[in-house]
């Protein structure tokens, strides 16, 4: 059973316009929350994280959106571009334990 | 600074033999976790040591096995290979263990095809 989906396998967006990447979660124990980015051939690079006991966290063009009640999180890039073109990852941990992930949107950025 | 390094980058083996994949951490960085990338199930995790001991394990069989040497070095072993191991491993390296809120850095994977 997949506690981390991020239901959408890919996502277009126009150059400048607003990415959201979505992903929901079932295990209330998660109790912080990090998105990843990945280009092909490489591993994972880190974006940014957010605890659960805050709602949103901004990194320049980046802000994550965490409601808990919904178990649902969110990844707002503004203004896309097309560096960002890549595949990203939800992830969920819980204390020591390793990070659960979701399979990924393929974002595409179109010119 | 160096990033997370793992050797080799690919590897074929037959079906029921062993392999041995290595991960070099960040330098400083204790804490080595392992991961196994498939298209169908995606990023899952599969053991974490630090200081020499595994502290957290995923759900997989016990064919999966690792340990970490002193100097922070990691290898994971996989026994008896079956088709579906074929998959990317990567490594993530941190600081220490426990909550992971600033992320892991990840090597670039070692892509094993067992055929």
């Known amino acids: 059973d997949q506690q981390v989906k991020q239901n959408s396998p890919s996502l277009s967006v126009q150059e400048g316009r607003i990415s959201i990447l979505n992903c929901d979660y079932t295990n209330s124990m998660f109790d912080y929350f990090l998105w990843y980015k990945k280009y092909p051939a490489e591993g994972p690079t880190f974006l940014i994280s957010i605890s659960s006991i805050k709602d949103k966290n901004e990194d320049g063009r980046f802000t994550v959106f965490l409601n808990k009640s919904a178990k649902h999180l969110s990844l707002h890039i503004v203004p896309s571009q097309p560096g960002d073109s890549a595949v990203y990852f939800c992830a969920a941990g819980s204390g020591a334990d390793g990070l659960t992930f979701g399979k990924g949107t393929h974002l595409i950025i179109q010119p | 600074k160096a990033g997370v390094t793992q050797t080799p980058r690919y590897l074929i083996k037959t079906r029921g033999q062993q392999v041995t994949l290595s991960c070099s951490p960040i330098?400083?960085?204790?804490?080595v976790s392992w991961y196994q990338q498939t298209p169908g199930q995606g990023l899952q995790f599969l053991f974490e040591?630090?200081?020499?001991?595994?502290?957290n394990k995923g759900n997989f069989p016990g064919r999966f096995s690792g340990r970490q040497f002193s100097n922070s070095r990691s290898e994971m072993n996989v026994s008896t290979l079956e088709l579906g191991d074929s998959a990317l491993y990567l490594c993530?390296?941190?600081?220490?263990?426990?909550?992971?809120?600033?992320?892991?850095?990840f090597g670039s994977g070692t892509r094993l095809t067992v055929v």
């Open positions: 993530a390296s941190s600081l220490a263990s426990g909550r992971k809120l600033y992320g892991y850095t």
């Open positions: 040591y630090f200081s020499e001991t595994q502290r």
């Open positions: 330098s400083g960085h204790r804490s």
